[in-house]
């Protein structure tokens, strides 16, 4: 398939340039859909070098810049490259993106910034909690929060970022942003072997995950597998409950 591609692309490219004129107006746009095409197969790596040299192209407006920055930041978390993860979500911002796209680009490169260490730890909580005092920001606390989370992640601390994603899930969010919090709650808990709350946050994810996710189908199967484990959890947690309670003195157990 790779091979067909490039053939394809040397069929075309050969077609544009014995049209002069059409190759010079559509020069700036080829790398970019050089890169679409590989990114449509699903080949990733190969889509890397087309979005850069589309950044350096003249010709392509920077709306269209700013959206292939942040498009390589993600196929560069991908390939789990996280320092041209982290320059490419901030490189975003000299497009003078829109206020979503920059909003978006800040939180994917705070997150990179730790896991590749080009940032402080401290720098990027203190940038994100900025993020949660700015009105045109209230939409988006789940997902400023989720971000925070994932900085404490990378640096070791599952607990704090337990509780960062429990303080963001109470916050204002849409769908999207809660299935991203849940579900990874859940997953922090299944890898605790606490099944009990494993499944409560699977649950929760099934709540509002969207029906073209392709985790759905993962997520309903972890709900449906843990729900025996975790009826019997219940069960030896009440029991052991009871037999607290009866060792009590009396007047302790009225």
Known sequence: TMRKNRITERIILSHLKSEHGLYEELL??????????????EEYTEAIPYLKE????????????????????????????????????????DFHPSYDLQFFAKLNAAQQGVVSGKAKKEDLLNDLKKLTRDEKNIEFGTAIYHSMALVHLADGNREEAKATLIKGLSEKGDNTQKTESFYLMANMYYEDED????????????????????????????SQSLAEIARNLSIIQVQDSMLIVSSWPDKEQK
């Open 28 to 41: 700036p746009e080829i790398p970019v859909l050089q890169a679409y095409n590989h990114i449509k197969q």
């Open 54 to 93: 589309a950044l350096e192209t003249k010709g392509v407006s920077n709306k269209k810049k700013a959206r292939l920055a942040f498009v390589l930041g993600q196929l560069s978390a991908l390939q789990k490259d996280a320092v041209s993860s982290y320059e490419a979500f901030n490189k975003v911002s």
């Open 195 to 222: 099944y009990l709350k494993a499944k409560n946050y699977f649950d929760s994810t099934l709540a509002v995950i969207g029906d073209k996710d392709i985790r759905k189908e993962e997520v309903n199967r972890y």
